[in-house]
């Protein structure tokens, strides 16, 4: 059975891929599973490959693409849902894409950056070498729910892994670093060690502690909730930290720096060397909608993806250091992203954002954002065709200027569809 499952996905993902109808990274998994709800089990119990999961709710791409950089500096080979497939049919999609005839994996590695919700279940299929969390912050309410309904499912299905998982976790985020209790995986930590502010600002999520429920206290904090913390009730901390400096950076932002951390502190701990994390950070690329830098009738395009308060509010900064001027806001609801879209009224774009902006906003709920920003005191162009709205903005550009284009999930999909005439998923 299992042959023709690998045999019959091959065909479907080169026809999808042939035809430009996507990568193929979902629909052969879903038959898979239907034929054999043991695919996955039955693939990864008879190879030798070691997994590793990606989760949180910013930067699962960024750092998966990290460690894979990583992995080909070092003369590895790899599997990885590129396509951002992170449930458990795109897991049993990837499978079926590297997977041999006699259903076995032949590579060193396998990277699966995986949907929040669908973490413990792929966790249990796999019995991963490798459990990475970043972070966690409020997206899409009406499909995950809160921070603290994520953690417990997490730490439910954390519970039965044994002491083969290293479970590698941001010590700066009070919820993430809570997961370490009670149980057998080996844990690691990573953090930043830098100036930050006394006090978290506005829209902090997860600011309250996760032992006792008493708010926090904060001596540093770097964005958000991200910070060194302490419980002043019960004495809970910031766990010490393994790893918390890099020499090299491949990506800016404050929130890339989590990213490299996490990627380098797996390379660590599988024995890969400084040298060698370093080298491939150097040569890194971004992957798709996360900074990638594109070209468009000749003019600088870059995608910032941004698909709640504080990937957005991290992104404006960014790209306010970089000295960015024009901006392209669109918005969805569609169901990647969550129906639910009261959550830009937690951007921080008064902070941000200043009157020497170029500013335009397009996508299914274009003139919510216009009037999130007109009550932000800005002037926005609006345009309901997002091609439209790109075309626009290209052409006022002067030839060394940037067009930064902000989406949140389908839109990201939808705008570098346009750009490169290529459908991604």
Same mark, same amino acid.
């Given at each position: 059975?299992?042959?023709?499952?690998?045999?019959?996905?091959?065909?479907?993902?080169?026809?999808?891929?042939?035809?430009?109808? $996507? *990568? $193929?990274?979902?629909?052969?998994?879903?038959?898979?599973?239907?034929?054999?709800?043991?695919?996955?089990?039955?693939?990864?119990?008879?190879?030798?490959?070691?997994? !590793?999961?990606?989760?949180?709710?910013?930067?699962?791409?960024?750092?998966?693409?990290?460690?894979?950089?990583?992995?080909? %500096?070092?003369?590895?080979?790899?599997?990885?849902?590129?396509?951002?497939?992170?449930? !458990?049919?795109?897991?049993?999609?990837?499978?079926?894409?590297?997977?041999?005839?006699?259903?076995?994996?032949?590579?060193?590695?396998?990277?699966? %950056?995986?949907?929040?919700?669908?973490?413990?279940?792929?966790?249990?299929?796999?019995?991963?070498?490798?459990?990475?969390?970043?972070?966690?912050?409020?997206?899409?309410?009406?499909?995950?729910?809160?921070?603290?309904?994520?953690?417990?499912?997490?730490?439910?299905?954390?519970?039965?892994?044994?002491?083969?998982?290293? #479970?590698?976790?941001?010590?700066?985020?009070? #919820?993430?670093?809570?997961?370490?209790?009670?149980?057998?995986?080996?844990?690691?930590?990573? @953090?930043?060690?830098?100036?930050?502010?006394?006090?978290?600002?506005? +829209?902090?999520?997860?600011?309250?502690?996760?032992?006792?429920?008493?708010?926090?206290?904060?001596?540093?904090?770097?964005?958000?909730?991200?910070? %060194?913390?302490?419980?002043?009730?019960? $004495?809970?901390?910031? =766990?010490?930290?393994?790893?918390?400096?890099?020499?090299?950076?491949?990506?800016? @932002?404050?929130?890339?720096?989590?990213?490299?951390?996490?990627?380098?502190?797996?390379?660590?701990? *599988?024995?890969?060397?400084?040298?060698? !994390?370093?080298?491939?950070?150097?040569?890194?690329?971004?992957?798709?909608?996360?900074? *990638?830098?594109?070209?468009?009738? $000749?003019?600088?395009?870059?995608?910032?993806?941004?698909?709640?308060?504080?990937?957005?509010?991290?992104?404006?900064?960014?790209?306010?250091?970089? +000295?960015?001027?024009?901006? #392209?806001?669109?918005?969805?609801?569609?169901?990647?992203?969550?129906?639910?879209?009261?959550?830009?009224?937690?951007?921080?774009? %008064?902070?941000?954002?200043?009157?020497?902006?170029?500013?335009?906003?397009?996508?299914?709920?274009?003139?919510?954002?216009?009037?999130?920003?007109?009550?932000?005191?800005?002037?926005?162009?609006?345009?309901?065709?997002?091609?439209?709205?790109?075309?626009?903005?290209?052409?006022?550009?002067?030839?060394?200027?940037?067009?930064?284009?902000? =989406?949140?999930?389908?839109?990201?999909? *939808?705008?570098?569809?346009?750009?490169?005439?290529?459908?991604?998923?």
């Amino acid at each position: 059975m299992n042959v023709f499952i690998i045999l019959f996905g091959k065909v479907f993902s080169v026809f999808s891929k042939r035809f430009n109808l $996507g *990568e $193929g990274s979902t629909w052969p998994g879903h038959i898979a599973l239907k034929l054999n709800p043991n695919f996955i089990e039955d693939i990864v119990n008879k190879s030798k490959t070691k997994i !590793i999961l990606v989760a949180g709710t910013n930067g699962k791409t960024t750092t998966a693409r990290l460690i894979t950089s990583v992995i080909r %500096e070092n003369n590895k080979t790899y599997l990885q849902n590129k396509a951002g497939a992170n449930l !458990i049919n795109g897991l049993a999609s990837t499978l079926i894409t590297g997977a041999s005839a006699n259903g076995t994996l032949n590579k060193n590695y396998l990277i699966f %950056e995986s949907d929040e919700n669908a973490l413990s279940e792929i966790a249990k299929k796999t019995n991963p070498d490798y459990i990475i969390i970043l972070d966690l912050f409020r997206d899409q309410l009406d499909r995950y729910g809160e921070l603290n309904t994520v953690a417990d499912k997490w730490k439910k299905g954390f519970g039965r892994l044994n002491n083969k998982t290293r #479970l590698i976790l941001n010590a700066d985020d009070p #919820l993430v670093s809570s997961l370490a209790k009670n149980i057998k995986a080996k844990i690691l930590y990573f @953090g930043l060690d830098e100036k930050g502010a006394s006090t978290p600002k506005h +829209g902090a999520d997860s600011i309250y502690c996760p032992n006792c429920g008493n708010k926090l206290n904060y001596k540093r904090v770097f964005f958000s909730h991200l910070g %060194e913390w302490e419980c002043p009730k019960c $004495g809970l901390k910031r =766990p010490k930290i393994n790893l918390s400096d890099l020499s090299n950076n491949p990506l800016p @932002g404050t929130y890339n720096k989590y990213n490299g951390l996490a990627a380098s502190l797996f390379a660590l701990e *599988e024995g890969f060397s400084k040298k060698t !994390i370093e080298n491939s950070f150097k040569n890194f690329t971004p992957a798709f909608g996360r900074q *990638e830098k594109l070209s468009y009738k $000749g003019k600088s395009v870059q995608i910032f993806l941004s698909k709640n308060p504080t990937s957005f509010n991290e992104s404006l900064q960014t790209i306010k250091e970089l +000295g960015g001027k024009n901006l #392209l806001i669109v918005l969805n609801d569609r169901i990647p992203d969550g129906l639910d879209v009261s959550w830009i009224w937690d951007i921080n774009f %008064e902070d941000i954002l200043t009157k020497e902006f170029n500013l335009a906003v397009s996508g299914d709920r274009v003139y919510d954002m216009a009037i999130r920003l007109k009550y932000a005191g800005f002037f926005t162009h609006t345009e309901e065709v997002l091609k439209k709205a790109i075309d626009k903005m290209a052409e006022t550009l002067e030839k060394d200027e940037t067009l930064f284009i902000l =989406p949140n999930y389908s839109a990201m999909l *939808e705008a570098r569809k346009l750009i490169t005439g290529k459908k991604l998923l």
